[in-house]
């Protein structure tokens, strides 16, 4: 059974910093693509940025120039390190991973993250 554990959300101001970070356990196989994506209240949800085991990354490019992912493939973890944050950042943040043999899509519960003026 995969899980995906988040953590590091919470409340910041405008221009402030946070660091997510998600843990997955259950595959002995580890997951090629790992990432985040986020939902607003009323708006869908949207890519923030996916890392491949190779280490290439995607972004959305609304976060281009602000916000770094990384993974540890010996952990299975997946860190997103947010910058210069706005209120417009504000959503739930949802992890997900891909694992390596099923393609199966797997997501984590979510982790709030609010930016205030």
């Known amino acids: 059974q995969v899980q995906l554990v988040e953590s590091g959300g919470g409340l910041v101001q405008a221009g402030g910093s946070l660091r997510l970070s998600c843990a997955a356990s259950?595959?002995?196989?580890?997951?090629?693509?790992m990432g985040w994506f986020r939902q607003a209240p009323g708006k869908q949800r949207e890519l923030v940025a996916h890392?491949?085991?190779?280490?290439?990354?995607n972004y959305a490019d609304s976060v281009k120039g602000r916000f770094t992912i990384s993974r540890d493939n010996t952990k299975n973890t997946v860190y997103l390190q947010m910058n210069s944050l706005k209120p417009e950042d504000t959503a739930v943040y949802y992890c997900?991973?891909?694992?390596?043999?099923?393609?199966?899509?797997?997501w984590g519960q979510g982790t709030q993250v609010t930016v205030s003026l």
């Open positions: 259950g595959s002995g196989f580890g997951f090629n693509v």
């Open positions: 890392i491949y085991r190779s280490g290439n990354t």
């Open positions: 997900h991973a891909v694992g390596s043999i099923t393609g199966t899509v797997h």
